[in-house]
């Protein structure tokens, strides 16, 4: 099966805790996302890569780090100093070559709840 | 800030009526996609619309982009109860490889 998971599905995280949200993907996909989706609202991203080793700072990234050390892998920490953490976190992943604005593939998301 | 607002933010009409959702954007766009998410889930590609297209098909889905209005629609004919779910739109163009969304229109079908 190919596709993108995310785990946990659920995670409840104490104040001032940092905790990491895990997203794989087999889809043999460049590019990699992480967007966070509040009640009623669009999708805001967060961080995205474009290839290992490298991403970028999306339009919400205060209180977020990212690693890209493999292709298939790019987990999200929730670290402290993010305020207002509660939410559903949505992974996605897209190829680059040929068109970068394609089509993306989501995973099944993480819904975090700070306690 | 979400370059695509969308209209109506909620819609809500009868098995076998058809649906029309509209979204509009700020800057030069490459494409423009539509998604759909049901509750609680991950969202699901639904169409592309480069933006040398004026209109295109796929099932009972029809986009439409205006370029000069900036701005697309998303027309489900013969809607089903299934259709339920919240509709997304995300234009692609204003930095490489990122789509910008849309706040989303809550489709709601009823048998």
């Not at chain 2, 040398?52 to 000069?68: A, C, F, I, P």
């Not at chain 2, 900036?70 to 509709?87: E, F, G, H």
Request: hydrophobic share 30%; proline share 4%; glycine share 10%.
């Amino acid at each position: 099966d190919g596709g993108i998971t995310q785990s946990p599905k659920y995670l409840f995280r104490k104040e001032g805790q940092n905790v990491t949200l895990s997203c794989e993907q087999n889809l043999n996909h460049d590019a990699m996302y992480w967007y966070r989706q509040d009640p009623g609202q669009g999708l805001r991203l967060i961080y995205y890569s474009q290839i290992v080793n490298d991403f970028q700072k999306g339009d919400i990234a205060e209180g977020y780090s990212v690693s890209r050390e493999k292709k298939e892998s790019f987990p999200l920490t929730v670290t402290s100093a993010q305020k207002n953490p509660t939410a559903f976190y949505l992974c996605a992943s897209s190829t680059i070559a040929g068109a970068p604005w394609g089509e993306q593939f989501f995973g099944p998301g993480t819904r975090l709840t700070v306690l | 800030s979400q370059q695509g607002e969308e209209d109506p933010q909620a819609l809500s009409i009868q098995e076998g009526e058809n649906a029309t959702m509209n979204c509009s954007y700020k800057t030069s766009i490459n494409n423009l996609q539509w998604y759909r998410q049901n509750s609680g889930r991950g969202l699901v590609h639904l169409i592309l619309i480069r933006s040398n297209e004026r209109e295109k098909h796929s099932g009972r889905l029809r986009v439409t982009l205006d370029t000069s209005k900036k701005s697309s629609s998303l027309l489900i004919t013969a809607s089903r109860a299934a259709d339920t779910a919240s509709y997304f739109c995300a234009s692609g163009g204003t930095s490489y490889g990122k789509l910008t969304f849309g706040q989303g229109t809550i489709l709601t079908v009823h048998p």
